[in-house]
């Protein structure tokens, strides 16, 4: 590669990570954000849900005067409220999208790109099946619902099956089937992988982007410890830059 990274995408930061404490929709979004835009390094930022509406409409102000691109991750939300889109039960995965629809609609106002969540448990074997396609039902549902409002590209980000947060999504060959059903109907989908999963998934980068490579759509760069008996083990994200917090790449 003779050219500099930005030529081939957008390097941000993942700014709910950095900053946990907002996780939950409240605090000091303004100042953090503010630090965030005056560092020339980053051209991309990735929020969650804000809580008070004008707290909400200045940070999008500021993160347009810093002409910063915008990513939303919904992920404090369906973790913290344990939103499954991918449940065996009809009326809590309909539950799940509803609500997500509703930050969908936040992503807009803010001007997001991409509209980054997870999925659910991996229920096990026998209900494995059942549970894939719930996830393509919903993801379909959630494309349709973006798409109706102008919104952002809906983004699946994978993380791991069995170590931590145990998701559906998860493996690359499972991630393969879900992409191809969900994008040969909608041109707004995409996958995020996280340099932290591929590990956990017990995967080399080869294993995991090679097959997905047609329906990448962005990626966070974070790192995690795999030996059980280390401090850290899991999806903790230890330091690798400043704060310890994943940074995203946008194409």
């Known amino acids: 590669m003779n050219q500099p990274i930005e030529a081939f995408c957008r390097l ?29 390094f980053f051209t991309a930022i990735e929020i969650t849900h804000i809580e008070d509406p004008g707290v909400r409409e200045r ?6 005067l810093a002409r910063l691109s915008v990513g ?27 609500e997500l629809k509703k930050h969908m609609d936040e992503a807009f106002f803010m001007g997001a790109e991409t509209f980054v969540i997870l999925s659910g448990k991996d229920p096990g074997d026998p209900d494995r099946e059942k549970a894939v396609a719930a996830l393509v039902k919903s993801l379909d549902e959630l494309c349709v619902y973006s798409a109706s409002i102008g919104g952002p590209r809906v983004l699946l980000e994978l993380f791991d099956c069995e170590v931590d947060k145990c998701c559906l999504m998860g ?3 499972l991630a393969v089937k879900v992409a191809e059903e969900v994008g040969v109907r909608r041109n707004n989908f995409g996958l995020l992988v996280d340099l ?35 401090a850290g083990y899991g999806d903790y994200h230890p330091i690798l830059a400043a704060r310890g917090a994943p940074m995203i790449c946008r194409r």
């Open 12 to 40: 941000g930061l993942v700014h709910f990570m950095a900053f946990p404490e907002l996780a939950g929709g409240e605090g000091p979004w303004e100042e953090t954000i503010r630090r965030i835009a005056l560092d020339p």
């Open 59 to 64: 940070v999008r102000d500021l993160i347009r």
């Open 72 to 98: 939303y991750g919904d992920h404090p939300a369906i973790l913290g409220r344990k939103l499954n889109i991918n449940a065996l039960n009809e009326s809590e995965r309909g539950a799940a999208c509803t």
């Open 171 to 173: 493996p690359t060959s």
């Open 196 to 230: 932290s999963h591929i590990p956990l998934l017990q995967e080399s980068p080869r294993q995991a982007l090679v097959p997905i490579k047609k329906y990448l759509a962005g990626a966070h760069l974070g790192n995690a410890v795999i030996q059980a008996d280390c």
